[in-house]
């Protein structure tokens, strides 16, 4: 009877340490690289022209850690482990997390479907509805005033209509100045008065803690349709421009060769850093990408570009790292290609 009573105890014991080395979550994030996935089934251009080559968005894979998963990571290569507060402020679910990242891909759809349908001459139509709160930070002046989903629609009288206008508006104030927000929750129009502070996450500049998404109305023609699933961040909008565009003009910009790339795209067709480019070139490379743009940053030394570069030679391999400041640069450099006749 002692012994089965030992028996079962070292048995849950070993449960426990299991459950905790499996499951249990650490205060840190890993990041590894991802996958390198053709957009074909995931951008759709209605009667859209077909291509040679492939476009690929590039992906990081992410988690919060288990204690396995640390020691794992501190010995795989391209595994890379950030304290959870770098990734993920304090005061943010795991959900308004997910939900924010999801915004930012949709927002980045959109910058992507305006830029490539200008370049491509088609016809496009863009309204402004005012302004989205993606997230409220905790203990921040809008915490208990706004909330996720509330769209700002004026401040002290002005109209807003993107985001730029109220990051512009804020930010020529001074701390200890009082705003009044107008707002729409639940079809309500809404007021609040929110007194700005210096806040370290914008170097020092006033605000209330918030972040936001311009709500636009976008109709092109040919319509596009996206089917990203719950790929979330706005890394994908260069890309998309380079699918989208690739889809509604004739000329087959890929020439048979396989394209991937990242960066952050504005509805002027600006390509900006984002984070994760030495995972990616890893995933890309593993998928036997030929060419891989990288932001530029207008020739900065620790531009993505350079990070991308430094990680292609670690590696050893053949694809080429193209450095691009605008999606314009990129189709350019695109149809200055010889086709590839491998």
Known sequence: MLFNKKRILSLVIIVIAAYFLAAFQLPYYIYKPGAADELNPIVEVT????SEGEMHLVTVSGGQATPLQYVWAMFLPHHEIRPLEEVRPDGITDDEYMHAQLQMMESSQEASTVVAYELA??????????????????????SGKLQMGDRIIGIDGEEITEADDLINYVQAKEAGETITV??????????EMITLEMLGELDGQPGIGIQLVTDRGVTVNPEVNFSSGRIGGPSAGLMFSLEIY???TEEDITKGYAIAGTGEVDYDGNVYRVGGVDKKVVASDKKGIDIFFAPNENGNEQSNYQIAREKAEEIGTNMVIVPIDTVEEAVAYLQDLEPNDS
């Open 47 to 50: 009667d859209g022209f077909s």
């Open 182 to 191: 107008e707002f729409i929750r639940e079809e309500e129009t809404m007021e």
């Open 246 to 248: 690739d889809q509604l």
């Open 121 to 142: 001459g088609q016809e496009i139509n863009i309204e402004y509805n005012g302004v989205y709160v993606v997230s409220v930070m905790e203990s921040m002046p809008a």
